[in-house]
Each structure stands twice: as structure tokens, then as C-alpha cells.
């Protein structure tokens, strides 16, 4: 999913933005990382979101280890869901998709 324009793109139709640009000082960290389509991340170019007109589906975060292991994509048994859901954070973005 783009982050920009929220549409489900093939993973090779994604690319890596940086929220903050590496030429402004961004790191190449979980928190100034994004999923951005071709489309957006050329329209956002070097610029920050705010000065491009465009806005963040979601904040970047680094996610704990069990978010970790979550955000992967394997199968995950429902016993071991279970565990790795107890480690997620109150805060969590992660929980609403599991409710």
C-alpha cells in the first residue's frame, strides 16, 4: 500500500520514500521510512510531505520484535498470533488489524 495515496500496488510497483529526505538530513531508519508508489514518490520528490501538498496515511514506527515478526507475512499459527499479539505494544498500530 502507497502511504501517500493509500492505493494496493504490487510490491514491485512500491518503492522505499524518505519522509524526511536523505539530501535534508533523513536517516535510512524504521521511523523516516515509507511505502510510496512510483507515482507519489515522484511527485514528492525531495521534498517533505508537508511542502509536496501531500499527507501520510500513517506514521512511521519501529515496530517491537514481536511487530517484527508480524509485519513479515508468514504464516503465523493462531496459538502463536495470540503470543505475538500479548507483545504488541497498548499503543500499537498493528492491533486494529487484528481485531
Avoid at 500500500?1 to 524504521?30: A, M, N
Avoid at 500499537?92 to 488489524?97: D, M, N
Wanted: charged share 20%; net charge positive.
Amino acid at each position: 500500500i502507497c502511504l501517500y495515496c493509500g492505493e494496493h500496488f504490487h510490491k514491485r510497483e512500491l518503492s522505499r520514500d524518505h519522509v524526511t529526505p536523505v539530501s535534508r538530513g533523513g536517516q535510512d531508519t524504521w521511523n523516516n521510512l515509507v511505502t510510496a508508489c512510483i507515482r507519489c514518490n515522484l511527485q514528492k520528490a525531495g521534498r517533505t510531505p508537508e511542502e509536496a501538498g501531500m499527507q501520510l496515511l500513517a506514521i512511521p514506527f519501529t515496530p517491537t520484535h514481536a511487530e517484527y515478526i508480524y509485519l513479515q507475512g508468514r504464516n503465523i499459527l493462531a496459538d502463536q498470533m495470540e503470543f505475538l499479539a500479548a507483545h504488541f505494544p497498548r499503543t500499537s498500530p498493528l492491533r486494529q488489524r487484528l481485531s
